[in-house]
């Protein structure tokens, strides 16, 4: 009763977020400079003042805020993300066509990161203060101080160009049609260097709060109580040093894994990878603002779910956290 509770509750408080959200975003997007009507009137080779108003009035650009807004939220209200200027093609279709690709590369990156930043830390911790110690730490920090998009060219330049071990752009082989266990396979050649880059920013903070949580939890009592009894170093660090330290890991990751769609626009960009971070960056550049609301509206979406999923997680990672409150 207590779970179903706290899952109403949530539910409430990620409605408000994201209508929030939505009314945030619309405000910030009418304050940005540029006119949309403008630029499509310029591409149309037509920039006389009567076409620009006429364009203005076919895309409702012409009533105040307030009007734009209120007509907005009933859309919104009703699945209705808008129509796209540049497109021509309804802006949920849009996203669509492009979520799978951004959720498939963001959750691969998540994983990744994830997975080797916090082996990384607890390989740093168990061996503290020698060598091996000394080299993860140095690598954490330099990945963790480096560009993103320096790492994309970089790799694209060595893999890729160089050693011709990596597919650099798009997420499939141009006109190879390939269909079954060929097409994965080759999607996940692909995948490969943006989930790796776009990873390992996030694997230098994962391995650092791992190793500093590792380290206080081991200084704890129970764990030399534990070592006190005999019990084995590694069976220590299995059992009761990482199930705590794990708690702070998995609280920064929930929030960290909304932040990978924004590393995500650099990656896709570089690699030409058709997710919704390309999209955004393209609508940004043409001025198509109902692209822009409806990517910021997906965005928030999955960010607010990410971290429902992660509060009702956390009664499994530790039980002494109560869900309700």
């Not at 012409?62 to 209120?70: K, N, S, T």
């Not at 998540?110 to 203060?129: D, E, M, T």
């Amino acid at each position: 009763m207590k779970t179903l509770e706290f899952l109403i509750q949530r539910l409430v408080k990620a409605v408000i977020v994201v209508l929030g959200v939505v009314i945030l975003n619309f405000l910030l997007i009418q304050l940005a400079p540029g006119d949309p009507a403008s630029v499509l009137a310029g591409e149309a080779g037509a920039g006389d003042e009567q076409f620009i108003a006429q364009l203005r009035a076919q895309f409702g650009l012409d009533q105040p805020v307030y009007v734009q807004l209120w007509s907005y939220l009933q859309n919104i209200l009703s699945g209705d993300l808008g129509y796209s200027y540049r497109n021509q093609v309804p802006v949920a279709q849009l996203i669509m066509e492009r979520l799978p690709a951004t959720l498939l590369l963001t959750g691969s990156a998540f994983i990744f990161s994830l997975i080797l930043g916090v082996v990384l830390g607890v390989l740093a911790a168990y061996k503290r203060g020698s060598f091996g110690d000394s080299l993860i730490m140095t690598g954490a920090l330099i990945f963790y101080a480096t560009p993103l998009f320096w790492v994309a060219l970089m790799a694209v330049l060595v893999f890729s160009i160089h050693l011709d071990l990596l597919p650099p752009f798009d997420m499939e082989t141009i006109g190879a049609n390939y269909t079954g266990w060929a097409r994965v396979v080759d999607i996940a050649h692909h995948l490969v260097l943006p989930t790796v880059t776009l990873g390992l920013f996030f694997t230098a903070v994962y391995t650092r709060l791992t190793r500093a949580s590792m380290l206080e939890v081991m200084n704890l009592d129970f764990v030399k109580t534990a070592r006190a009894k005999g019990v084995p170093k590694g069976r220590i660090i299995r059992r009761h040093v990482l199930r705590n330290a794990i708690l702070p890991v998995f609280t920064f990751a929930s929030v960290q894994a909304g932040q990978l769609v924004g590393g995500a626009v650099l990656t896709e960009t570089v690699f030409a990878w058709p997710g919704i971070g390309r999209l955004m960056f393209d609508a940004l550049m043409q001025r198509d603002y109902p692209v822009l609301l409806g990517v910021f509206l997906v965005t928030a979406i999955v960010v607010v779910l990410v971290n429902l999923v992660t509060d009702l997680l956390y009664r499994f990672v530790d039980p002494r956290i109560e869900t309700a409150r």
